[in-house]
């Protein structure tokens, strides 16, 4: 019995070991307006490593393979939170377009 429960533990960690979360950006942030050009252009940079970490997240990692294996809906899992920076990604990349433009960078 206690073997089993040991076991039950173990795939169950396992399984929740097996998420990964990307970080997620807000759109627009109070300090927007006064952003200079240069930390806008550094804030796109930022936003260049969350999009490559989303799109990792979403691929075939090991971390997605495990969860694949282990417990599918966190792979289902994975995908969506990688989908939703991306969403998030794309809108503050826009928002930061129109205050660049507004600021003549």
Known sequence: ??????????IAAIGLSACSHT???ATV????SK???EEINQEFSDLET???????NKGAS???IAAAVFFW?????NYLDAENAEELVQERQENLVALSTKKGC
């Open 1 to 10: 019995m206690k073997k089993h429960i040991f076991t039950l533990t173990a």
């Open 23 to 25: 970080e997620k950006v």
């Open 29 to 32: 942030k109070p300090t927007d």
């Open 35 to 37: 952003m200079t050009c």
């Open 50 to 56: 969350v999009s490559a970490q989303a799109k990792k």
């Open 62 to 64: 090991g971390t997605n």
């Open 73 to 77: 809906p966190a792979a289902v899992g």
